[in-house]
């Protein structure tokens, strides 16, 4: 069972422009001519500087973060109260991403925030504090204090039912190491995070907004509420013309995990479904010249990559049977492949799926209309994603950036990740449009489905919740190594 958060937000549908940046695949989704190397690629790509910030993002960042030490100038004048209200659910969202960045820096000591933590009841400020924590270093939080912090932030993991402050507690202990970047302190609870999630798993209240699930997933669940703005804003800087606005209505409540399928999970898979041997077989076809036979498996905490959307799928199927959810609600047919044709009613079934490009986009925003739910800027990208400036040209472990308000992970950069919809041109007709089955039921391989998100591998202009990657869309059989995926479901 899940348990379930309305929302409600509210943007102004407008034309976008054409950006000459716009990044694309360095293969064409429908090309079948020789293609340069996979390691030629990635020269250069290496060779590559980051693209310029926007004028417009600069701006943006300039902005939030003025009025963030605004925030904390006041706090210094008047009392810490200006900085608790301003990082609450309701405050705007941009400038609360610069005060969790600041305020360990701003001579706030860390009593402050423990103290604070355990008396607010605003659940977006909770999730803030304790994300807060990773910026203070070892000399200002003693031992002692550090575990008080941990045993506290350990009962908030198993009983606070909001998903935003699950996740931030995960991404705060979950870590054995410092991050030099954003978490100075090694708070070394991984193994006390994954003992709980087990325990986690026979205990589902309906109160709470997240759930575990088999395999290690961790599904959030959502309830739209009002139709929402999809695709991008004129003054949406790096917006391209793929992603005309346009209001869609979700209609259903639905689940969606908080990180990608690791490696760890989708090898579990194909072992399983006696499938490993050919897809390594497969892996190696596609990348002849790839002098390292173990890339796409050596490590189990990355996303797992090199994934085709039928395989996705297949992995979808194969997680509603271990969590014995009824054959008729399975969303895909056991037969998976070209001509494969979808229930008609598959959005209504409850089995796990590929979350439609709605529910990703929906996901992604957490509630925010601007390019990012962290606001329009890109100074904070870093916190919340891995991708070409700083992901030195490989993947890394899922859930280690900065989680979004709905407690999701990875939503930029890292894994493209596909979903389930077929690609179909964005036409604003005025009218609301409705996010429900798609008329085209049969899946071939002449019919590119979308993957969002961009990847390791792809810079700034990727990583926006309204981006859509390549136009026209990307083959189900396509294989490539920075494509993975992450899982979703419909709730009664």
């Known amino acids: 069972m899940h348990a379930v958060r309305s929302f409600s937000t509210t943007a102004v549908a407008l034309v976008c422009l054409a950006s000459p940046l716009a990044g694309q695949d360095p293969r064409s989704a429908r090309d079948t001519t020789a293609q340069p190397t996979d390691s030629a690629i990635r020269r250069m790509k290496a060779e590559q500087t980051p693209l310029p910030i926007d004028p417009r993002e600069r701006i943006a960042d300039d902005s939030d973060d003025a009025a963030a030490r605004k925030v904390l100038a006041r706090a210094h004048n008047g009392g810490e109260d200006v900085i608790w209200s301003a990082i609450r659910r309701a405050a705007n969202q941009a400038v609360r991403a610069h005060l969790i960045e600041l305020i360990a820096a701003s001579g706030i000591p860390a009593r402050s925030i423990t103290h604070r933590l355990r008396i607010t009841t605003d659940p977006g400020e909770r999730a803030a504090l304790i994300r807060s924590l990773a910026e203070f270093p070892e000399s200002q939080v003693s031992q002692s204090e550090r575990m008080s912090i941990v ?17 931030s507690i995960a991404w705060l202990l979950g870590s054995n190491e410092p991050d030099s970047a954003h978490r100075r302190l090694g708070w070394k609870q991984m193994s006390a995070i994954e003992a709980l999630d087990s325990a986690l798993l026979k205990v589902q209240p309906h109160s709470r907004e997240w759930s575990q699930i088999v395999m290690g997933h961790t599904m959030i669940a959502i309830r739209p509420t009002t139709p929402f703005t999809m695709g991008a804003r004129l003054t949406e800087a790096r917006s391209d013309t793929n992603e005309l606005p346009h209001r869609v209505r979700i209609p259903r409540a639905f689940a969606i995990a908080t990180r990608e399928v690791s490696v760890a999970q989708f ?22 010249n790839n002098p390292d036979p173990q890339k796409f498996v050596s490590h189990p905490t990355h996303p797992q990559f090199a994934v085709t959307w039928y395989e996705a799928a297949q992995y979808c199927n194969w997680l509603s049977m271990q969590a014995g959810i009824p054959k008729d609600q399975w969303v895909y047919p056991d037969s998976i492949g070209p001509g494969m044709k979808l229930p008609a009613n598959y959005l209504h079934r409850t089995g796990y799926r590929l979350p439609t490009e709605a529910e990703w986009e929906f996901a992604a925003r957490a509630g925010n209309g601007a390019a990012h739910f962290f606001g329009d800027g890109v100074a904070l990208l870093d916190r919340y994603a891995w991708y070409f400036v700083n992901a030195d040209l490989h993947g890394w472990p899922v859930g280690t950036k900065e989680p979004n308000q709905f407690g999701l992970f990875d939503m930029y950069g890292n894994a493209w990740e596909w979903v389930n919809d077929r690609w179909v041109d964005y036409i604003d007709r005025g009218a609301i449009w409705s996010d429900t089955e798609d008329t085209v039921l049969v899946v071939t391989d002449d019919s590119p489905r979308v993957r969002r998100g961009g990847s390791w591998s792809y810079d700034k202009e990727t990583t926006r919740s309204a981006h859509r990657g390549s136009p026209g869309g990307y083959r189900p059989p396509d294989r490539r190594d920075s494509v993975g995926f992450r899982v979703a479901q419909t709730l009664k």
Not at 157 to 162: A, S, V
């Open 151 to 167: 045993a506290s932030l350990l009962q908030l993991y198993q009983n606070d039912p909001d998903a935003e402050v699950h996740s």
């Open 267 to 288: 090898q579990q898979f194909l072992s399983a479904t006696g499938r490993r041997d050919a897809w390594i077989k497969a892996t190696r076809e596609r990348w002849p």
